[in-house]
């Protein structure tokens, strides 16, 4: 059985997973699902200072003293950028890297790179350094592609605002190792923002996709678990 190290994306923290995490555990796999510094247990923590660097130190802390190896590690959204940058610091420690309708930047690259839309939230900055989550829009758009009411509802509990820093911090992807590493992007197919582009998918790395919103692990949770468990299989 594999070992899943899942990552939530900006403004949201690990119970964004609380429906997957069962899904996975119950076919035996070893999971484990953090909030990212200023998020979740961790929101006490906000602070200007808190950037890209942070984050990936927070999973790379956590792999090295759970001392956990062959890694499937999944990182939803702007979690993608994290995942690039743990790939980059602890190659050996990761089986299997899964870009969950994440993003997937080149070094260098900050999210504003791989996302020019992004700049448009960092125009909303409140304080000088705090992005607030996205507004609700009409389905299919809803809260990040999420619909149901008492969902969103739940999910509207977890958000938090994001440092500025997180999304304009560039990662360092300098470690051939990296690149070894083999790689699934899973691509939520229904109610697209519009601005929102997907670079294409390199020659060689498998491509699913889920008919949900962003969210999928909300919305989707026992069909996203499925497609984790792909990863674990080969």
């Known amino acids: 059985m594999a070992t899943f190290l899942l990552v939530h994306g900006a403004w949201h923290n690990g119970r964004s997973w609380d429906r997957v995490v069962p899904e996975l555990e119950s076919a035996g796999h070893r999971v484990f699902a953090p909030s990212l510094t200023g998020h979740g247990d961790k929101a006490h923590l906000l ?9 990936v ?16 590690l999944v ?10 940058g743990v790939s980059n610091r602890v190659p050996g420690r990761i089986a299997h ?27 909303l900055v409140v304080d000088g350094w705090r992005v607030p989550p996205m507004p609700e829009q009409p389905p299919p758009f809803g809260l990040f592609g ?3 009411p008492d969902d969103v509802a739940w999910l509207r509990s977890m958000l938090s605002d994001q440092p500025v ?16 590493i083999p790689r699934t992007h899973i691509h939520c197919v229904v109610g697209k923002p519009e601005g929102i582009t997907r670079r294409p998918v390199p020659a060689g790395e498998r491509t699913r996709e889920l008919p949900t919103g962003h969210d999928c692990m909300i919305t989707m949770p026992a069909e996203l ?7 674990a299989t080969g």
């Open 97 to 123: 890297l899964v870009f969950l309708d994440a993003m997937v930047p080149e070094d260098g690259e900050s999210a504003v790179d791989v996302l020019p839309v992004t700049k448009q939230l960092i125009d």
């Open 57 to 72: 130190d927070d999973i790379v802390a956590l792999i090295e003293a759970e001392r956990l190896d062959d890694v499937v």
């Open 165 to 180: 820093g997180c999304l304009q911090e560039p990662v360092r992807l300098d470690d051939p190792a990296a690149r070894m």
């Open 75 to 84: 990182g939803h959204s702007y979690a993608g950028m994290v995942i690039s």
């Open 146 to 148: 999420v619909t149901d």
């Open 225 to 231: 678990a499925a497609l984790l468990a792909e990863t």
């Open 47 to 55: 602070s200007p200072e808190i950037g890209l660097g942070t984050h």
